[in-house]
Nanobody, 121 residues
Framework: EVQLVESGGGVVQAGGSLRLSCAVS????????IGWFRQAPGKEREGVSC????????YYTASVKGRFTISSDNAKNTVYLQMNSLKPEDTAVYYC??????????????WGQGTQVTVSS
């Protein structure tokens, strides 16, 4: 079956960095987009970034543009999210998901278990 497993979350101070990983199995990796989403307590889940594995195109929501970088290692079926200049408002559970394109939550059918990112002020 399709499986996605996130790792790399943790606690950092504002201005710090984390690198999240999403290991994907059970699908032909380059036929899909992998999206990163996040959900803070009491808030709706929102799209952060995605990568279209067939052509390498990427997309970022405005709040992380210039700070986060998404990349993929197709040989390892793994997608990364490098997060720099972290802010307290980045605190959330971060999920990776597999879908066709975009950052709309409802487009994505397969989800990982999430990894907690906490940014202290």
């Amino acid at each position: 079956e399709v499986q996605l497993v996130e790792s790399g979350g943790g606690v950092v101070q504002a201005g710090g960095s984390l690198r999240l990983s999403c290991a994907v199995s059970g699908v032909t990796f380059d036929d899909y987009a992998i999206g990163w989403f996040r959900q803070a307590p009491g808030k709706e889940r929102e799209g952060v970034s995605c990568i279209y594995n067939s052509d390498g195109n990427t997309y970022y929501t405005a709040s992380v543009k210039g700070r986060f970088t998404i990349s993929s290692d197709n040989a390892k079926n793994t997608v990364y999210l490098q997060m720099n200049s972290l802010k307290p408002e980045d605190t959330a559970v971060y999920y990776c998901a597999l879908g066709p394109y975009g950052l709309a939550v409802n487009l994505y059918e397969y989800w990982g278990q999430g990894t907690q990112v906490t940014v202290s002020s």
